[in-house]
Nanobody, 118 residues
Framework: EVQLVESGGGLVPPGGSLRLSCAAS????????MNWFRQAPGKEREFVAT????????HVIDSLKDRFTIYRDDVKDTVYLQMDSLKPEDTAVYFC???????????WGQGTQVIVSS
Protein backbone atom coordinates (compact mmCIF):
# COMPACT_ATOMS: atom_id res chain seq x y z
CA GLU A 1 0.00 0.00 0.00
CA VAL A 2 1.30 3.42 -0.95
CA GLN A 3 1.40 5.82 1.96
CA LEU A 4 2.90 9.08 3.08
CA VAL A 5 2.94 9.40 6.84
CA GLU A 6 3.64 12.77 8.47
CA SER A 7 4.85 13.11 12.03
CA GLY A 8 6.46 15.64 14.30
CA GLY A 9 3.56 18.03 14.82
CA GLY A 10 2.37 19.18 18.19
CA LEU A 11 1.96 22.12 20.51
CA VAL A 12 4.87 24.54 20.65
CA PRO A 13 5.19 28.03 22.17
CA PRO A 14 5.85 31.05 19.96
CA GLY A 15 9.51 31.20 19.01
CA GLY A 16 9.91 27.46 19.23
CA SER A 17 10.93 24.93 16.60
CA LEU A 18 9.54 21.75 15.16
CA ARG A 19 10.80 19.32 12.58
CA LEU A 20 8.10 17.61 10.56
CA SER A 21 8.84 14.31 8.87
CA CYS A 22 7.09 12.65 5.98
CA ALA A 23 7.95 9.02 5.41
CA ALA A 24 7.01 7.04 2.35
CA SER A 25 5.91 3.45 2.42
CA UNK A 26 5.03 1.26 -0.52
CA UNK A 27 7.21 3.31 -2.86
CA UNK A 28 10.54 5.11 -2.90
CA UNK A 29 10.75 8.89 -2.80
CA UNK A 30 13.73 9.17 -5.11
CA UNK A 31 11.85 9.93 -8.37
CA UNK A 32 9.36 12.29 -6.76
CA UNK A 33 9.24 16.01 -6.24
CA MET A 34 8.21 16.54 -2.65
CA ASN A 35 6.03 19.33 -1.36
CA TRP A 36 4.71 20.61 1.93
CA PHE A 37 1.35 22.36 2.19
CA ARG A 38 -0.56 23.65 5.16
CA GLN A 39 -4.15 24.45 5.95
CA ALA A 40 -5.06 26.79 8.75
CA PRO A 41 -8.52 26.71 10.35
CA GLY A 42 -11.07 28.30 8.04
CA LYS A 43 -8.55 28.83 5.25
CA GLU A 44 -7.65 27.13 2.02
CA ARG A 45 -4.69 24.81 1.76
CA GLU A 46 -1.56 26.73 0.80
CA PHE A 47 1.75 25.69 -0.68
CA VAL A 48 4.71 25.98 1.68
CA ALA A 49 7.82 24.42 0.16
CA THR A 50 9.13 22.06 -2.49
CA UNK A 51 12.25 20.02 -3.15
CA UNK A 52 12.80 18.50 -6.54
CA UNK A 53 14.07 15.19 -7.80
CA UNK A 54 16.68 14.79 -9.00
CA UNK A 55 18.95 17.54 -7.84
CA UNK A 56 17.24 18.59 -4.68
CA UNK A 57 16.47 22.13 -5.77
CA UNK A 58 14.59 23.75 -2.90
CA HIS A 59 12.08 26.52 -2.72
CA VAL A 60 10.20 27.89 0.27
CA ILE A 61 7.61 30.62 -0.17
CA ASP A 62 9.00 34.08 0.43
CA SER A 63 7.04 34.73 3.60
CA LEU A 64 8.53 31.62 5.27
CA LYS A 65 11.97 31.22 3.71
CA ASP A 66 13.78 32.82 6.63
CA ARG A 67 12.26 30.38 9.11
CA PHE A 68 11.43 27.14 7.26
CA THR A 69 13.77 24.69 5.53
CA ILE A 70 12.86 21.67 3.42
CA TYR A 71 15.23 18.78 2.88
CA ARG A 72 15.09 15.14 1.94
CA ASP A 73 16.85 11.90 2.70
CA ASP A 74 16.17 9.51 -0.15
CA VAL A 75 17.97 6.69 1.63
CA LYS A 76 15.38 6.93 4.38
CA ASP A 77 12.56 7.78 1.95
CA THR A 78 11.76 10.75 4.12
CA VAL A 79 11.31 14.46 3.56
CA TYR A 80 11.53 17.00 6.34
CA LEU A 81 10.30 20.47 7.10
CA GLN A 82 12.36 22.29 9.71
CA MET A 83 10.34 25.12 11.21
CA ASP A 84 12.02 27.69 13.42
CA SER A 85 10.88 30.85 15.18
CA LEU A 86 7.32 29.62 14.98
CA LYS A 87 4.47 32.09 15.20
CA PRO A 88 0.81 31.62 16.12
CA GLU A 89 -0.09 32.18 12.46
CA ASP A 90 1.87 29.03 11.60
CA THR A 91 -0.86 27.03 13.33
CA ALA A 92 -2.22 24.64 10.72
CA VAL A 93 -2.41 21.07 9.57
CA TYR A 94 0.69 20.34 7.54
CA PHE A 95 0.52 17.93 4.62
CA CYS A 96 3.21 16.37 2.51
CA UNK A 97 2.75 15.59 -1.13
CA UNK A 98 4.74 13.46 -3.59
CA UNK A 99 4.46 14.18 -7.29
CA UNK A 100 5.91 12.42 -10.29
CA UNK A 101 5.05 13.69 -13.73
CA UNK A 102 6.90 10.74 -15.20
CA UNK A 103 4.71 8.21 -13.39
CA UNK A 104 1.60 10.38 -13.23
CA UNK A 105 1.44 9.98 -9.46
CA UNK A 106 0.23 12.48 -6.90
CA UNK A 107 0.23 11.18 -3.33
CA TRP A 108 -0.83 12.95 -0.13
CA GLY A 109 -0.31 12.25 3.51
CA GLN A 110 -3.01 12.55 6.16
CA GLY A 111 -1.51 15.64 7.75
CA THR A 112 0.02 16.51 11.08
CA GLN A 113 -1.32 19.24 13.36
CA VAL A 114 0.92 22.10 14.43
CA ILE A 115 -0.33 24.47 17.12
CA VAL A 116 1.75 27.47 18.07
CA SER A 117 0.45 28.90 21.31
CA SER A 118 1.61 29.99 24.70
Amino acid sequence: EVQLVESGGGLVPPGGSLRLSCAASGFTLGPYDMNWFRQAPGKEREFVATITSPGGTRHVIDSLKDRFTIYRDDVKDTVYLQMDSLKPEDTAVYFCNAVSGYYGHDYWGQGTQVIVSS
